[in-house]
């Protein structure tokens, strides 16, 4: 079992930054973000492994990017320009290989317009 602790939700104007971290519990190839929009599925945001392969959804492509720290077992997301399109409950994620196992609480990201 891998237990997944998200911070750095909040509030922020159009245009402004956050940045959330997540913090694994053990080593864990794949870590990522995925969100949830009300009355929306929840669809993903980006990943990246060990390694340091990344992988983006287009809506976010140039304005958000993920990052990791193996000796800490975090991963991080750097969201730049944000919009008001943007806000959701951000779910850290990660799994060992091609699917996501576990998934954090979530944390609120509120874009105001």
């Known amino acids: 079992q891998v237990q997944l602790v998200e911070s750095g939700g909040g509030l922020v104007q159009t245009g402004g930054s956050l940045r959330l971290s997540c913090a694994a519990s053990r080593i864990i190839n794949i870590m990522g973000w995925y969100r949830q929009a009300p009355g929306k599925r929840r669809e993903f945001v980006a990943t990246?492994?060990?390694?340091?392969?990344?992988n983006y959804a287009g809506s976010v492509k140039g304005r958000f990017t993920i990052s990791g720290d193996n000796a800490k077992n975090t991963v991080y997301l750097q969201m730049n320009g944000l919009e008001p399109e943007d806000t959701a409950v951000y779910y850290c994620?990660?799994?060992?290989?091609?699917?996501?196992?576990?998934w954090g609480q979530g944390t609120q990201v509120t874009v105001s317009s």
């Open positions: 990246i492994t060990r390694s340091g392969s990344t």
């Open positions: 994620a990660a799994g060992r290989v091609l699917t996501i196992e576990y």
